[in-house]
């Protein structure tokens, strides 16, 4: 007879599923405890090359308050029913809202949204994981304060805790989040509450302020793991400057990449640019303001160069587009100014696009609200390049050099067009490193097309490491794969850990490849 669940945890029979049910219903309302097909389809959803039965939960269990969470882990202990934790579930190019392996329950903590304190003079939050950036964006407008957040992009319906804990990045001075990260809440998988650096001594005041408390600082062993659930997270916000300078610069040739990095990384290095500088390929920033392939061509396979080079004049764009801004005093930002554009002089070649100049034009104005902290949704327009609901992000890091970043194009265009798909990529500078973030976008309703993707994926990443690449974050599907790339003395170390913490193996078993 037939399961009456869409998926059951692996090594647990329908029965003892039953009874676990019963036991979250009683622990977090009916309304909290989701077993139908119509209520799972949401969390199914995935953009990867991959058959979504692969990924089907078998329950959702949506928690309020701490003490929720703490039941939750304590009846998944005593029924050895795994469970995958998601905050706002909108990493859709790492694996969305789906458990990383059928079966597992999905924590969806969305309704743990409270916007718990922000305080204007210390520049500091602290907040529950289902807060978005537009929730807290909207708060602070609402509120007149002077701070600015940093987000990736798309932004508005994702949330600083999930990114966070994933490692993300973003657009503005502090876009390295996991940097501005200060103090969390974890419940861990034998349900103690543990809260990192000063959250563990009474009546402190210092949690949101000072990240190291005493002893060994565990907060960076809980990103991107599964060794336990966060429930809090402080993190620092950055004054709002007096001056807001954002600019572009535009590059005629695929080839200027090397010589754009090793202009910008001075500059990057001694923060005269201080915010994360963007290096978008043509097809990126095309697709962002709504082109899609089909209005070019509809042949199978790879853009060709000439079209890709038809879409960067038609749009008005470069084959590389290089967005920045300066912050700061009327002074500071004059001084920078100058400094930059002597730069971009001195360098002979790149079109200096101011906001004046720009206007409103896409997608100057959405890369100028990313990298000022306003939340849009702009940057959704990749997925229909190619159309089909096909993403997966692939993206490796390597030094801030030149010389690095034209290897890289030039190797993943050869890959990807091989299996017919298209390069759609960015670099992000920071101080000192190089992230390089690939949209692999193909067609999820092709066969064909999805097969030849994972396949494309899978290449990608076997000849990059040959090269000494590897990346910083994978969705779901990859993460056993990625892990190997670490080592065997890492996932030894990982192992042990999980064991020690959590010896059941109920907390997301499969995150980043970590099992007991």
Known sequence: MASKYLALPKGVSEARFDAAIKKFTAAL????????????????????????????????????????????????????????????GRNFGYGSAAPVERGQIVLDLRKMNKIINIDPELCTALVEPGVTYQQLYDYIEDNKLPLMLSFSAPSAIAGPVGNTMDRGVGYTPYGEHFLMQCGMEVVLANGDVYRTGMGGVKGDKAWQVFKWGYGPTLDGMFTQSNYGICTKMGFWLMPKPPVFKPFEIK???????????????????????????????????????????????????????????????????????????????????????????ETIRKAG??????????????????????????????EFGLYNWRGGGGSMWFAPVSQARGSECDKQV???????????????????????????????????????????????????????????????????????????????????????????LDPNGILAPGKSGIRI
């Not at 043509?282 to 080079?309: F, M, Q």
Request: charged share 25%; glycine share 6%; aromatic share 8%.
């Open 29 to 88: 309302g009916k309304d909290n405890v989701l077993t139908s097909g119509e209520h799972l389809q949401p969390y199914t959803k995935v953009m990867m090359a991959v058959e979504t039965e692969k990924h089907v939960p078998s329950a959702i269990v949506m928690a309020t308050t701490v003490e929720q969470v703490q039941a939750v882990v304590k009846i998944c202990n005593e029924y050895k029913i795994p469970v995958w934790t998601i905050s706002t």
């Open 251 to 341: 590059f005629d040739n695929e080839a200027d990449i090397s010589e754009i990095v090793e202009m910008l990384r001075p500059l990057r290095i001694a923060n005269i640019i201080p915010n994360a500088v963007v290096i978008a390929g043509t097809l990126w920033e095309a697709a962002t303001c709504n082109t899609r392939r089909s209005d070019y061509i509809t042949t199978p396979g790879h853009t060709p160069d000439h079209i890709v080079k038809q879409i960067q004049k038609d749009k008005h764009l470069g084959a590389w587009n290089v967005y920045a801004a300066l912050y700061g005093s009327p002074e500071q930002v004059e001084v920078n100014w100058k400094i930059v554009t």
């Open 349 to 378: 070649k790149g079109r200096i696009v101011t906001q004046e100049e720009a206007g409103d034009t896409q997608p100057f104005k959405y890369r100028a609200q990313l990298m000022s902290g306003v939340p849009n949704l702009q």
């Open 410 to 500: 030039k190797l993943a265009k050869t890959i990807l067009n091989k299996h017919g798909l298209d390069y759609v990529g960015e670099f992000i500078v920071g101080w000192r490193d190089m992230h390089h973030v690939i949209d692999v976008l193909f067609d999820r309703s092709s066969e064909e097309e999805t097969k030849r993707a994972n396949a494309c994926f899978a290449e990608l990443l076997d000849e990059f490491e040959k090269e000494g690449y590897a990346v910083y974050r994978v969705n779901t599907a990859f993460q056993e794969r990625v892990a190997n790339s670490y080592g065997p003395v890492k996932r030894k170390l990982e192992k042990t850990i999980k064991r020690a």
